[in-house]
């Protein structure tokens, strides 16, 4: 009896795992058809890195936040700035249709999330490959940690895509206090990644993630055909999603290596950042920065949540036209 029990348990723990695979399967295929990739891709060392590029002039390059993908650029800022500047958006390692970074362990029970040096790694080799030169680097929520590791791996080197500038938009930029919760504790552990992700990736209804989504405007509304746009389903793709959890999981250590490094920074750092940012406070990140980096402007928008670029386009190209003026950079005015 306690064999056939075991048997049946075992059959029914099997046909759960293939439905559940199964319909993860169906539901990132039907993301990618609904929302495939924009832009053109460019190989580099282990996978490929996809990117949009418009415009001439002074190289800007925008790196989105978590869970996120490169839409959040082209949904509207991108146009805004492609009249004078050559604007270049990718997707981080692992996000949108950007692969892994080499050497980072991909499989269901690893725990290994892309560092921000490895995904500057990945990026500046794409820069390379696209003639990029002297870029201002722009940062949203976790591309803002990125943006200033492509600074801060660049303090002992000189090459043509090495940042001239840095521009964060409610970016991480400071070691944090406590723990990030059960959500991402869970999703970015072995367990997680093996068996509650597939779960998610399967069953979640796209009405939660659109509120997901919403949520991170609070307490703005989300701007207009923004969630529509924005392609929140590929992130709930297996691959994807373990991707970002892991690499949010696993980032506070990296910070905390990244800021020993922060006071050598001249270069200029523009921030902008909303006072009522619940997801990346303003008096944990910015405010604690400005304390140890000399050349680091912030600027504070009262009552903005955790997309300033988006609720207050104004204020998002004039930082990014701050830190041009700063570097030397002359945007063409044609």
Avoid at 35 to 49: A, D, H, M
Avoid at 226 to 247: E, H, K, M, W
Avoid at 261 to 278: Q, S, W
Wanted: aromatic share 6%; proline share 7%.
């Amino acid at each position: 009896m306690v064999l056939k029990a075991f048997t049946f348990t075992a059959a029914a723990i099997g046909l759960g795992a293939l439905l559940t695979g199964c319909t993860a399967q169906i539901r990132t295929d039907r993301a990618e058809a609904t929302y495939p990739p924009i832009g053109e891709f460019v190989e580099v060392t282990g996978g490929r890195v996809h990117y949009v590029q418009q415009g001439a002039g002074p190289d800007v390059i925008l790196l989105h936040g978590a869970g996120g993908n490169l839409r959040d650029f082209t949904f509207s800022l991108m146009g805004q700035l492609s009249d004078r500047y050559r604007v270049t958006a990718f997707d981080r390692p692992g996000l949108g249709y950007t692969d892994r970074a080499p050497g980072v362990e991909t499989g269901p029970f690893a725990t290994e999330g892309e560092s921000p040096d490895q995904q500057v790694a990945m990026l500046r080799e794409a820069a390379a490959a696209l003639d990029i030169e002297d870029p201002i680097v722009v940062g949203h929520s976790f591309g803002g940690i990125v943006a200033m590791a492509w600074a801060t791996t660049g303090l002992d080197q000189d090459r043509p895509t090495d940042a001239s500038a840095v521009v964060s938009f409610a970016g991480v930029l400071m070691p944090w206090p406590g723990d990030l919760g059960a959500y991402y504790t869970v999703s970015g552990s072995a367990l997680g990644g093996a068996v509650a992700v597939p779960m998610v990736s399967a069953f979640v209804p796209r009405s939660r993630v659109d509120e997901a989504i919403a949520n991170t405007f609070a307490p703005q509304d989300p701007v207009p055909g923004y969630v529509d746009y924005i392609g929140g389903s590929l992130a709930l793709r297996p691959v994807t999603f373990r991707a970002n959890a892991r690499q949010v999981n696993t980032l506070r250590p990296h910070v905390v290596e990244m800021t020993k490094l922060y006071p050598r920074l001249t270069l200029p750092i523009e921030i902008i950042h909303g006072t009522a940012d619940d997801t990346v406070p303003i008096s944990v990140h910015p405010e604690e920065l400005i304390k140890i980096v000399p050349s680091a402007n912030l600027t504070r928008l009262e009552g903005v949540g955790h997309q300033p670029h988006q609720v207050n386009e104004e204020a998002a190209i004039a930082a990014i036209d701050r830190a041009a003026a700063r570097a030397g950079a002359r945007p063409d005015e044609s």
